[in-house]
């Protein structure tokens, strides 16, 4: 850790302008994932209001309707998480 604080100095006493560009870029991008977060966590709770209620009429249509909301959900979730990483 500490040759990597070292590294970012150096860089950012050779190259002030180019580490602060990166530094807005990080910042961006920060700020995105955690709204896209946001996002994910906001449908995860639609999703489960709407799943009680589905669940509720047990129609086999919403029944259907809901495991393809659930499988979209889990795609996002992996997206989500291969953007953090």
Request: charged letters at 40%; proline letters at 1%.
């Amino acid at each position: 850790m500490e040759e990597l604080k070292a590294r970012i100095e150096l860089l950012k006493e050779q190259n002030p302008i180019k580490i602060q560009d990166l530094e807005r870029k990080f910042g961006l991008l920060k700020f995105e994932l955690q709204e896209a977060k946001k996002i994910l966590e906001r449908k995860e709770i639609a999703l489960a209001d709407v799943k009680g209620e589905w669940i509720k009429n047990n129609s086999e249509k919403n029944l259907a309707v809901m495991r393809e909301e659930e499988q979209n959900l889990k795609i996002a979730r992996m997206n989500y998480n291969a953007a953090v990483e």
